[in-house]
């Protein structure tokens, strides 16, 4: 397992190594903890629910959900707008975001070992659902009320179709995929909403969660690090 990571994502960090790199970082700005909310941009899959310290170090308990399935920001401009309007006076906000992707014990790419689990499950399960979906061909219906997050996580996902059929790790590539498409649509939703915006501080951290299996600490390879002061 730790071969694979090492392979796959060299840069990879625990979670506790990135918990204290997100303290440090905010305390060097002379951020107040306690004036601080957070919210993740997280496939819904409960091993996302990571960073535990942070219930109880930041204005809380948090997180904001921005996330749905895949870890796209389904909550949308809404959402968005309703989590920076819970933010302390003069306070900070801590963004979170990127899809996860399971390496289990045993090396195998997309599988992980959940607690009291038999056999491995697959983790992204909506991103291998997903690439499934594009070895078919298929697109799901969008206007499904009971399905429509998966059928807009295929269609993030067809663009890039060819490569990630073609690619020799399939799951990875499209996982690579989803990040780009969390943080454009992260950002375009910030971008959005920025001109309502004053006296904020965010801080943003995008990336790949590397979910390992039960008992064994998950990853997280940074992509994006972002201070962004509004006046
Ligand atoms: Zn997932």
């Not at 899809?99 to 959940?114: A, C, F, T």
């Amino acid at each position: 397992m730790y071969q694979t990571i090492q392979k796959h994502y060299p840069d990879a960090v625990r979670i506790t190594e990135l918990e204290t790199k997100i303290i440090i970082d905010l305390v060097q700005k002379k951020l107040d903890l306690k004036s601080t909310i957070w919210a993740t941009s997280f496939c819904s899959d409960e091993v996302n629910n990571l960073f535990s310290p942070f219930y109880d170090l930041f204005a809380g308990p948090g997180p904001f959900m921005l996330g749905g399935i895949s870890g796209l920001p389904f909550s949308g401009i809404t959402g968005m707008k309703a989590f920076l309007s819970h933010a302390p006076s003069h306070g900070a906000v801590l963004i979170l975001y990127g899809p996860h992707i399971g390496i289990s014990e045993d090396g195998q790419i997309g599988k992980v070992n959940r607690q009291n689990q038999f056999a491995s499950s697959t983790c992204c399960g909506s991103l291998v659902a997903a690439v499934e979906s594009l070895k078919k061909e298929e697109h799901l219906p969008m206007n499904n009320p009971l399905d429509y997050q998966q059928a807009r996580v295929i269609e993030h996902l067809y663009n890039k179709r060819e490569s990630i059929i073609e690619s020799d790790f399939p799951l990875k590539e499209a996982t690579d995929v989803a990040y780009q498409e969390i943080h454009d649509k992260l950002y375009n939703i910030l971008r959005a909403i920025k001109p309502q915006l004053t006296d904020l501080k965010l801080y943003l951290i995008g990336g790949i969660v590397i979910n390992t299996d039960w008992a064994i600490e998950d990853y997280f390879e940074i992509k994006n690090i972002e201070f962004i002061e509004l006046t």
